[in-house]
């Protein structure tokens, strides 16, 4: 099994892929600082 991590992600791009993931992730407990 993978090792959790709480580290902040940076997301650069919010197209429908980015802003999926980035969504995905905020729903999982990370932060994440999203550029476009």
Not at 13 to 22: K, Q
Request: charged share 30%.
């Amino acid at each position: 099994m993978a090792d959790r991590r709480d580290d902040p992600v940076v997301l650069i791009g919010l197209g429908r892929f980015g802003t999926s993931l980035a969504l995905e992730l905020v729903r999982q407990g990370t932060e994440v600082l999203a550029i476009d």
